[in-house]
T-cell receptor
Framework: EAAVTQSPRSKVAVTGGKVTLSCHQT?????MYWYRQDTGHGLRLIHY???????EKGDIPDGYKASRPSQENFSLILELASLSQTAVYFC????????????FGHGTKLSVL | GNSVTQMQGQVTLSEEEFLFINCTYS??????LFWYVQYPGEGPQLLLK?????NKGSSRGFEATYDKGTTSFHLQKASVQESDSAVYYC???????????FGTGTRLQVLP
């Protein structure tokens, strides 16, 4: 079973501060994704990557940056955290194109105060 | 672009009742339809995948099919249990895209 590990599991940040969420996968998957979950919106795609050292914008990239330094690691960076970025963030990985299943981490609950 | 509409935000049933959740989709490609389930405190996990219209996928007592004519796909279970309480997402993917599209989720509450 594919393993995706997110850290931290929860974080409290101050408005205007920098936040980095980390994701690590151990299954040699090419594709990695960052999603945001809010009540009433389901999961929305922020950034994704299909190869190390390259990232792509998803559907809601504003206010977020991503970094993929290796195949196993994918980070989400909030340079200037805002109240509206309070949410649960999920990282996922997948072997190939979108007819393959996604494997999700347990999520990071971010509260920006 | 691809899109998914999941209208049922909340469904409440008693144990042993029949479950039916429906979604509609829009795509220009060849779709793969998924159902993911999310339990509290966890990430979503794959429940079912259907790659061919009118073929049935099944897992853990759940069944799913999709209809190209009406561009709809649904999830059903004949007799729900309290342990089925979770959020269910319909998801549209395909072989021609890097991205999947999630519905907004249906929260199922099963009362004992």
């Amino acid at each position: 079973e594919a393993a995706v590990t997110q850290s931290p599991r929860s974080k409290v940040a101050v408005t205007g501060g920098k936040v980095t969420l980390s994701c690590h996968q151990t299954n040699n998957h090419d594709y990695m994704y960052w999603y945001r979950q809010d009540t009433g919106h389901g999961l929305r795609l922020i950034h994704y990557s299909y190869v190390a050292d390259s990232t792509e914008k998803g559907d809601i990239p504003d206010g977020y940056k991503a970094s993929r330094p290796s195949q196993e690691n994918f980070s989400l960076i909030l340079e200037l955290a805002s109240l509206s970025q309070t949410a649960v963030y999920f990282c996922a990985s997948r072997r190939g194109l979108s007819n393959e299943r996604l494997f999700f981490g347990h999520g990071t609950k971010l509260s920006v105060l | 672009g691809n899109s998914v509409t999941q209208m049922q935000g909340q469904v409440t049933l008693s144990e042993e009742e029949f479950l039916f959740i429906n979604c509609t989709y829009s795509t220009t490609g060849y779709p793969t339809l998924f159902w993911y389930v999310q339990y509290p405190g966890e990430g979503p996990q794959l429940l079912l995948k259907v790659t061919t219209a009118n073929n049935k996928g099944s897992s853990r007592g759940f069944e799913a099919t999709y209809d190209k004519g009406t561009t709809s796909f649904h999830l059903q279970k004949a007799s729900v249990q309290e342990s089925d309480s979770a959020v269910y997402y319909c998801v549209l993917g395909g072989s021609n895209t890097n991205k999947v599209v999630f519905g907004t989720g249906t929260r199922l509450q099963v009362l004992p």
